[in-house]
């Protein structure tokens, strides 16, 4: 037991630090435009990534992960940490940011992407870039099958958001979040078991 509390009070304290020195970046940026760079450096991966698990293109990804740190830059003067932390924050624009791309791409659909086109700079195979885009393919299937709370919920979480930060990208209750995630694991446990998929493992 005492292993245990030792080792959520390390956790804490870990939490503690990282939230103090984003806090610290945060006020340089402010003072100083040139100084986001941390903060674009600590962000700009994660925010790529779940751009690219809700629109399924690497390069519209990177295109919106630039039009959200566009957007964060502006209104970093006006940003507040007693509104939540900057992870939360900039996270809310990348949320709103794919669900304006979403409303674009319904209104204006695009032709179908090639899947086999080999990006620059990379030595993968055709076939190795094939079975990478089939499979998360299939996965963005799955979740396109859930209702869009869940859907939303689960990736932010593969975001790395935790439940508090998800409750205020989505303006929903902590509780919320998590009654949210468990049926959409559920959910999508049986539909991965329909499609021979692996299973997938609960979240924080």
């Known amino acids: 037991m005492r292993l245990a ?4 009070t ?3 304290d870990e939490a503690a ?3 103090s020195d984003e806090r610290l970046m945060v006020l340089r940026a402010q003072q100083t435009p ?3 760079e941390p903060l674009y450096l600590r962000y700009r991966d994660p925010v790529i990534n779940y751009c690219f698990h809700r629109l399924g293109d690497r390069e519209e990804a990177e295109d919106a992960a630039s039009a959200i740190f566009i957007h964060a830059l502006r209104g970093l003067p006006g940003f507040h940490d007693r509104d939540g932390s900057f992870r939360t924050w900039l996270f809310r624009i990348a949320h709103n940011e794919v669900i ?12 179908p992407i090639d899947l086999f086109s080999e990006q620059p700079g990379t030595s993968r ?3 190795e870039i094939a079975a990478d885009a089939d499979a ?11 209702p869009p709370r869940e ?14 930060q998800i409750a205020a990208v989505l303006g929903v209750t902590a509780q919320n979040v998590r009654s949210t995630q468990c049926r959409a694991l559920a959910r999508l446990r049986a539909l991965m078991g329909d499609a021979g998929i692996l299973d997938v493992e609960g979240g924080r």
Do not use: F, K
């Not at 304006?100 to 032709?111: I, W």
């Open 125 to 127: 195979s055709p076939e």
């Open 10 to 12: 390390q956790l804490g």
């Open 100 to 111: 304006d791309r979403h409303r674009q791409r319904a209104r204006h659909p695009a032709s």
């Open 151 to 164: 859907r939303d919920v689960l990736e932010l979480r593969a975001a790395d958001l935790d439940t508090s």
């Open 17 to 19: 630090g990282e939230a």
């Open 5 to 8: 509390s030792g080792r959520r």
């Open 34 to 36: 040139r100084a986001v």
């Open 136 to 146: 998360h393919e299939r996965l963005r299937a799955l979740l396109a099958g859930l």
